[in-house]
Structures are given as C-alpha cells and as structure tokens.
C-alpha cells in the first residue's frame, strides 16, 4: 500500500465567539426598546422649530439702537423695528443702518398718538407722515402699519387703506414689559421667553437700556426652545396672512 505522503488533517473547527444578544428577549427588556423607541418619535416631533418675530418699537433711537444692531449682527438674526416718522427723520443714518442689516422697519406712526384721542384727520396724518418721514429716511417705503398701543378701530383701519398700507396682527402676542420701569432685567428676560408658541411676536422697545442688554440672554434662550427668528413680512408669508 503507497504511503500518503500528506498528513491527514481534521476539518477546521469554527472559532467561539459568545452570542452578541440573548437567544429570547425578556418582558422587561422588550418593554424597555418599545418605550425608548416611541420617546424618540415624540422628540423628533417636538423638534419643530418654533417661529417668532421680534418688533422693537419707537426708534430709532441714538443710544440703545446701535447696541441691538450689534447683538443681531452676532446673534445671526433678523427682526422688524416698529420706527415713528419723527425718530426716523432725527436719525436717518441710523434708520439706514437698520435697513442695509436686513431687518425689516415698519410704521408706527408719525409721534405715538392714541388713536381715541384723536379725529380721523389727525389718524390720517399720524398714518401719512409716518410713511412719508420712514420712506424718506429708510429709503425704503414700509408696507405694514404697527398702530401706537397696538389699538385699531376703524378709523384707523380706513387711514391705513388709504396709506395703501396693511395692519399687521400677531396670531400671538408676547410683551416684554419693558415700556414698564418697574419691570427690571431679569423680568424682561423671563416675560419675553415665556409662553412662546409657533407664530408668536415678541414686543420690546428700543429705548429701555435692560432690552439691550438682556436682548442676548434672550436670543439664547429662545433658540434654547427651538425658535426660528422672522420678519413681520416673512411672518406673515409663512402663516399664509
């Protein structure tokens, strides 16, 4: 008998490695894939993203505008300026400034009048100077009014159309309170992030100092909360108004 010259070889044994996952998933490890899976789908859903615009009111004014602009600048966002024809015309470089930034400048009227105490001619002028000034100054024509104490009748609903302008109404509104100098720092900040919903204007003025300053704890906070930042006009495109 020839002699194999080869020596015989046993078949090669497969390595053991120990099994990644259990052959039988228990109760409780099943319950707690099912609960992680539907907490991932209800984040993904509250991850909307939130839209708000700011309007800053009765500017420009010397002082405090040029720090907003600053913060926006830094903060990356853009918001709408409720601007008074008598401020626009004392400050139109600044007004100018605000423009070429890419915020939107709205009107508020030529001097902030309450409209109860006045006659439908004097709305007419407070709706037509205020437009005639904020052109001339902005450079750019407004196409929303902001009415002064956010009060409309319908005097000053048919000044308005006769300016060929439109009213701007919030689906929510949100007041800092800063117009109230009882209302410190701290209060702006909390009043102005508060109850925030998607569509929400958020109102501060520019003249108090503390909106200033607190205006990037409150950009932080809201982008904290998902918020997108729009203009009235953008605003007013993404509601369908």
């Known amino acids: 008998m020839q002699a194999n010259c080869f020596p015989r070889r046993s078949a090669p044994q497969s390595p053991h490695f120990p099994p990644i996952f259990p052959a039988v998933i228990s109760p409780r490890l099943a319950l707690a894939s099912l609960c992680l899976f539907i907490a991932s789908i209800v984040t993904a859903a509250s991850a909307q993203p939130v839209h708000v615009a700011l309007i800053l009111d009765d500017g420009p004014d010397a002082a405090q505008t040029p720090k907003l602009l600053s913060v926006f600048a830094r903060q990356k966002v853009h918001v709408t300026f409720g601007t008074m024809g008598k401020n626009a015309e004392a400050n139109p470089r600044l007004l100018k400034r605000v423009v070429a930034a890419g915020h ?21 002028a407070q709706v037509a ?10 450079g750019k024509a407004p196409v929303w009014y902001w009415p002064p104490y956010i009060a409309i009748d319908d ?7 006769k300016a060929g302008l439109r009213i701007y109404t919030p689906r929510k509104l949100v007041a800092s309170g800063d117009y109230m100098n009882d209302v410190d720092a701290a209060e702006i900040l909390r009043r102005a992030t508060t109850g925030i919903e998607d569509g929400t204007v958020i ?28 203009t009235f006009s953008q605003m007013a495109a993404y509601l369908g108004q």
């Open 129 to 138: 100077d205020g437009q005639r000034t904020i052109t001339a100054a902005a």
């Open 155 to 161: 005097r000053v609903r048919a000044s308005v159309a």
């Open 203 to 230: 109102l501060f003025h520019e003249w108090r100092p503390e909106t200033a300053t607190q205006m990037k704890a409150v950009i932080k906070e809201l982008k904290r909360q998902g918020c997108v930042f729009l």
């Open 104 to 124: 939107e400048v709205v009107n508020h009227s030529s001097s902030h009048q309450q409209p109860k105490d006045l006659t439908a001619e004097q709305i007419d």
